[in-house]
């Protein structure tokens, strides 16, 4: 079963998360600290028990009203086709539903079952809820160096959950090992467990060359630590795991709790911060692994790094803020979860997202280009990437941003230090736009042709967002209802102005993945001047005449 969503009530922070869709691979609770993301996992962790229990502290506010977690899980066709040969006369929906309270952990479905006329209706009910029982997937948390590996163990702690991790992970049992006749077999088979663990875990951690070493003697195993000396394959002085840094040690440890830990498929995997102790580089090589990891079993965590965060995979994040309001006791700050990241109105909740966009830019950026095309901001960045995708055709140059119009002639100026051969912008046909269009033309920076507008001159006051059509935008990337549209302003851009932060580079983002998925037409989302304004980029960097 597939776990599909979730609902938290009166729980810690939370008074009504509402309805949290999760992802089938990786689902990211991004926020600032304090605003409530730990509190999810530990909720959620609350389906593993039959009969779970809720401290004093875990209600909200300490007010009376029970803690409830919701959650929602689809069925698979196996699923049900197991269902089916239990009781072949059942049929069975895909929707499952758990509910757990104080005390009480119900399973919710809907079935119907034909029976013949004057035969006596089985207890189906409670057979099929102990069949779900038994299929309920767990929910396991990673917490951050808890079950460490040791520096060394014995026979006696093959059973403790770091060596079982350890054992599962390697496909060994340690106890053989132990039990070997002799020294020399049992230092052939330690040898051949350390090249395995080295050649493995040095290809995922990247940030320092590694080699592990298991060492037998005197019915110990100690677990070494070597820096591979640079250029050679020799390593240098043995440390124990517990003498490395605090980052080394939580990558390892994370990486063989993930790969060792005793999952069934449908489990999912809980993880609070998994970069807190890693270097950004680390932090990314971990994002890839978790990625990875999730085609095998639903993987939720959280974090406040933009290392972490996939600009290419938006639809992975779920904001988690704190709001105001107020109680009987007080002013109260509660949780609250956000699946549409461009209706957050914290600028500082954002930041980690607005930031991973950034550097996924950065990176795509070739300074050695002999073209470049400067855009006001990174919305207009996506925008005219999304017109690549859209006319099928690539602009002859390295795509950047300025970060705001008045920014422009600062990075043209860098352009040109380094060599750059020909310099083309793009403004809005705002007042902003084309007043820094005609200073930037009266300096001398531009010629008129290089510095080029979205909207023709007949058409100021409009941004790059209205080259699109109007209900569509509203409704598919802004979210509006047909309520909503109908009182929105004409101009989509001044709706997107009521985003704050960098919400309008998260809307701008959804449309590029929308286009780079391959589901938008152009006639149906482009205006004539969408149109009109690639005929001038293609014109003007490409050299084609339409």
Not at 502 to 516: F, I, Q, R, T, W
Request: charged share 25%; proline share 3%.
């Amino acid at each position: 079963m597939i776990f599909k969503s979730f609902q938290i009530k009166n729980y810690k922070s939370f008074i009504d998360s509402g309805k949290c869709s999760v992802q089938n691979g990786v689902t990211i609770f991004a926020g600032q600290n304090e605003s409530g993301k730990t509190n999810i996992l530990k909720a959620l962790a609350k389906i593993n028990d039959k009969t779970p229990t809720f401290t004093e502290e875990e209600y909200s506010f300490g007010k009376s009203e029970t803690p409830e977690i919701v959650y929602d899980f689809e069925l698979s066709e196996t699923d049900i086709e197991e269902v089916k040969l239990l009781f072949p006369k059942v049929e069975l929906e895909n929707v499952l539903q758990v509910i757990v309270q104080n005390n009480t952990r119900n399973i919710d479905f809907t079935y119907s079952i034909e029976l013949e006329e004057g035969v006596s209706t089985p207890n189906v009910e409670a057979q099929l809820t102990q069949h779900f029982e038994k299929k309920l997937p767990k929910f396991i948390t990673y917490q951050t160096l808890v079950d460490e590996l040791p520096d060394k163990f014995t026979a006696q702690d093959v059973t403790k959950t770091p060596i079982k991790r350890l054992s599962k992970y390697l496909d060994t049992d340690f106890t053989t090992i132990f039990s070997a006749r002799t020294q020399q077999q049992q230092k052939n088979q330690t040898r051949c467990l350390s090249r395995v663990i080295s050649d493995d875990f040095s290809s995922k951690y990247k940030q320092k060359s590694v080699q592990l070493e298991f060492d037998i003697n005197n019915s110990t195993i100690s677990i070494y630590i070597h820096d591979k000396i640079s250029g050679t394959e020799h390593a240098g002085y043995p440390f124990y795991i517990s003498q490395r840094s605090m980052g080394l040690r939580w990558y390892l440890n994370f990486y063989i709790a993930l790969k060792g830990e005793e999952l069934k498929p449908g489990d999912i995997v809980l993880v609070d911060e998994p970069g807190m102790y890693l270097h950004p580089k680390a932090q990314q090589e971990m994002r890839q692994i978790l990625n990875s990891e999730s085609e095998n079993n639903q993987i939720i965590y959280t974090t406040h790094s933009p290392y972490l965060i996939d600009a290419d995979n938006i639809s992975q994040i779920r904001l988690v803020e704190k709001m105001g309001g107020s109680g009987e006791d007080g002013y109260n700050e509660f949780s609250q979860i956000k699946e549409r990241i461009h209706h957050s109105a914290n600028v500082d909740t954002l930041k980690p997202i607005v930031d991973a966009i950034g550097y996924s830019m950065g990176s795509e950026l070739n300074l050695s280009r002999k073209k470049i095309l400067v855009c006001e901001g990174v919305s207009d960045y996506y925008y005219v990437k999304a017109l690549e995708v859209l006319f099928k055709q690539k602009l002859e140059c390295g795509i950047t941003h300025a970060n705001g119009s008045s920014n422009i002639g600062k990075i043209t100026s860098l352009f040109l230090g380094i060599g750059t051969e020909e310099i083309f912008a793009l403004v809005d046909s705002d007042g902003a736009g084309i007043k820094e269009r005609n200073n930037l033309i009266k300096d001398g920076m531009y010629c008129e042709n290089a510095l080029l507008t979205t909207h023709d001159p007949e058409n100021r006051d409009r941004a790059i967002e209205d080259i699109f059509n109007r209900e569509w935008y509203l409704k598919n990337i802004l979210d509006y209802s047909d309520s909503e549209i109908s009182k929105a302003n004409e101009v989509i851009s001044k709706e997107v102005n009521k985003k704050q932060g960098g919400a309008k580079y998260v809307l701008a983002k959804k449309l590029y993945e929308k286009a780079a998925s391959g589901e938008l037409k152009l006639e149906t989302i482009l205006t004539e001047d969408g149109k009109k304004l690639w005929d001038k980029l293609t014109n003007a960097i490409n050299g084609e005449e339409k």
